[in-house]
């Protein structure tokens, strides 16, 4: 939560506290809190036309969340403002309920209430009430003498016959002449030891349910507590702890207070349980009393018993309950409604924008090739960009996309391996593999002839010697290139989940092809440099020329006796090995001179053709091979032709249907609300 909006709800919540604590003040302060008399003493009927005014204006606030629960917008993650009644079983929560409504709910020993129950109270001005049920989709009618049945029967019906529980809802709307707009929620409840024929885990599978209404921070906790326990004891007091430390938002009310009189006013001044809303403790109907003997008995035990009337009147009596509750419900739904609206817009918005980003549902095989081509378009132009521009606005982030500079990276690299694995100037023997190969291809022939297949042997070896390091550095080029075109393409078919594999299958062959061809020229260019030796470069000859100015020095360090000497390009070289072979020595120098004025020829061309030639084809790849293998791929007779884009991906139609869905009643939601908003600034006025 953010800290302004924490500020936010703790001003609300003590706003909240002020107003329960001082139930008759005027709060004209709050939009929606409308001020009060207190009719606590005051028998139902005769409360009706004041109820009627203020129930009037609080209504289609009320009205506008319960539609909001109808429509299950909790599904789309969006709380909504919730009194959740807890309490351990046989607390008294039906009854508390059913002495609110002035009904008769299931009551009774073992878990009654199964599903979440909630309650919709209204008021109507007709003398005789009006009840229905809400669950699985049906309304169902009912009255007051057999609503206990129906509950029992609608509850069967979603959570089975036994005594298993369920998380699904049953809504009862009461409508009947002077009872306070309210909804609240029934929850089962907590057992700590199953009872026979309740699964093992009840106790988790209630307290899940339980925790599932009361951990939103817009959930106000009315804990039902027995007169006739010891407070800290309750578990239902643990579990709203848990999510309401400070207990800004639960509010107590103590049942069975004519079973436990004794010590019930010093209980709640203590406070021992940390209740920030309250406590007001009530006398429910008992055996088969009538809701009007029960508020008549109720008010004259709080009025005459010895230690009951001692306890302020603000805090007895099921009409001070209701009072507090109605209030309650109308400052948390003024203080959600605003971020609800908020919530539902940017969820709505987020769904739309989804939504958009989908594929187009393609249903003609135009349509369908629209798409083909736009797929093909934007990877040609990704791929223009990246491999053969060196633009990458598309990927800033990402370096590994930046093919231009990468590719020149590896071709730096390639170049310096090659130089590196064939020193030139190596120092070591010096001159002996030229004397080698001129004694073995010595003919019988005039001697002062440099043999040329002397020169081509050693020229040949050479070349063996590098010869990896071009395959190896071609195979790494694709292998970048490969992950990239594969990227780009499925890129830009990741909207068409049905031509993925085809566009994928295309990339790769297009690459596996690149790749061959590259091999084979790669190949030829070594075999080439291998089998003759020719260069127009004038640079050859001068470096040779070079070269063998340090010839006269050479033969001079034999005539002195040194045994080194200073050689053009190679340094001080030891020359003592070269002693035992007169005849050749000159010759050898001169034809390893050549060599080396050559070799640098070679290195050269090959760096150059290679990088020409993969050039050339990442040309092609673009302009031509891309199209060429994709429409192959797809329009080909093992494509599936074209048709294929038309058949929807299931996780696409799924997502589609979902979001639909969502974004319908988000909509509904939304119109919902604008009425209401209306409505809240009326009521300002
Ligand atoms: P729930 O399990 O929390 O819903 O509890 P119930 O509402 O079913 O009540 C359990 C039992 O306590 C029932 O037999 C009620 O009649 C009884 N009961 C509830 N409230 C009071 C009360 O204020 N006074 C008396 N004497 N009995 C009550
Ligand atoms: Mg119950």
Redesign the pocket.
């Known amino acids: 939560m953010r800290g302004s909006s924490r500020k936010r709800v703790k001003q609300d919540n003590n706003k909240l506290k002020q107003i329960v604590a001082k139930p008759d003040q005027e709060t004209n302060n709050m939009p929606l809190v409308i001020s009060e008399v207190d009719e606590s003493a005051v028998p139902l009927s005769s409360y009706a036309p004041i109820v009627s005014s203020y129930n009037e204006r609080i209504r289609p606030l009320l009205d506008a969340v319960d539609k909001l629960r109808n429509l299950k917008v909790m599904q789309e993650g969006i709380q909504l403002p919730t009194i959740v009644v807890v309490?351990?079983?046989?607390?008294?929560?039906?009854?508390?309920l059913?002495s609110l409504a002035g009904i008769s709910?299931?009551?009774?020993?073992g878990?009654?209430?199964r599903v979440p129950l909630i309650m919709r109270l209204h008021h109507h001005s007709k003398p005789e009430s009006e009840l229905h049920l809400e669950y699985c989709g049906k309304v169902v009618s009912t009255d007051e003498i057999n609503i206990a049945e129906a509950i029992n029967m609608a509850t069967a019906e979603i959570a089975g016959n036994g005594k298993g529980i369920s998380h699904t809802p049953l809504t009862l709307v009461v409508k009947k002449n002077g009872v306070r707009d309210l909804t609240m929620v029934?929850l089962p409840?907590i057992t700590r030891v199953p009872v026979h024929g309740q699964p093992e885990n009840i106790y988790e599978q209630i307290s899940d349910i339980i925790m599932e209404f009361i951990k939103p921070e817009e959930s106000i906790i009315l804990n039902?507590l027995?007169a006739t326990v010891d407070f800290p004891t309750c578990e239902s007091i643990r579990m709203s702890q848990s999510v309401d430390r400070t207990g800004d938002r639960t509010l107590a009310v103590v049942?069975?207070?004519?079973?436990a009189p004794e010590g019930l006013r010093e209980k709640v001044m203590a406070d021992d349980v940390n209740i920030g809303l309250g406590y007001v403790c009530?006398?429910?109907?008992?055996?088969d009393e009538s809701y009007d003997e029960a508020r008549m008995a109720e008010s004259m035990l709080f009025e005459s018993h010895p230690l009951l009337s001692k306890i302020d009147k603000s805090m007895v009596s099921v009409p001070v309950l209701a009072r507090k509750l109605v209030q309650i419900q109308a400052t948390i739904i003024s203080k959600c409604l605003p971020d609800i609206v908020r919530k539902i817009n940017s969820k709505l918005n987020g769904n739309v924008l989804e939504l958009n980003k989908l594929p187009q549902k393609l249903s003609t095989v135009a349509e369908a090739l629209t798409a083909f081509m736009r797929i093909l378009g934007l990877s040609k132009e990704s791929l223009r960009k990246l491999l053969l521009r060196g633009e990458f606005d598309e990927y800033p982030e990402s370096k590994s996309m930046h093919c231009t500079a990468r590719l020149a990276e590896m071709l730096n690299k390639f170049s310096q391996e090659l130089k590196n694995s064939s020193p030139n100037n190596s120092c070591e023997n010096f001159l002996l593999d030229e004397i080698f190969v001129l004694e073995e291809t010595k003919s019988v022939a005039l001697p002062n002839f440099l043999p040329r297949s002397a020169f081509l042997s050693l020229l040949q070896h050479k070349v063996n010697t590098v010869s990896e390091i071009p395959v190896n550095f071609v195979a790494e080029v694709w292998n970048y290139i490969e992950t990239v075109v594969v990227k780009i393409m499925m890129h830009h078919c990741e909207n068409y989940p049905q031509v993925q594999s085809s566009i994928k299958r295309a990339a790769l062959n297009l690459i596996s092809k690149m790749k061959d061809l590259s091999k084979y020229r790669v190949m030829e260019i070594i075999e080439m440099e291998g089998i003759a030796d020719y260069t127009c470069d004038p640079e050859y000859m001068a470096m040779w020329s070079k070269l063998m100015m340090s010839c006269e020095a050479f033969k001079k360090a034999f005539d002195s006796d040194s045994s080194i000497a200073n050689i053009e390009g190679f340094g001080e070289i030891d020359i003592g090995h070269l002693r035992g072979y007169p005849g050749v020595r000159d010759e050898a120098f001169d034809l390893k001179m050549r060599l080396t004025a050559y070799w640098d020829i070679v290195l050269k061309r090959m760096v150059d053709s290679i990088v020409l030639h993969l050039l050339l084809l990442l040309k092609k790849l673009v302009n031509q091979g891309v199209e060429e293998e994709a429409v192959d791929e797809v329009l080909g007779p093992q494509g599936g032709g074209i048709e294929r884009l038309m058949d929807e991906s299931p996780s696409v139609a799924i997502k589609r249907a979902r979001l639909n869905q969502s974004i319908g009643l988000l909509k509904e939601s939304r119109d919902v609300l604008a009425k209401i908003i209306d409505r809240i600034a009326l009521v300002d006025d």
């Open positions: 309490g351990d079983q046989s607390s008294g929560k039906s009854s508390v059913e709910l299931p009551r009774g020993q878990i009654c209430t029934d409840g039902v027995s049942t069975k207070s004519d079973k009530v006398r429910n109907r008992v055996g």
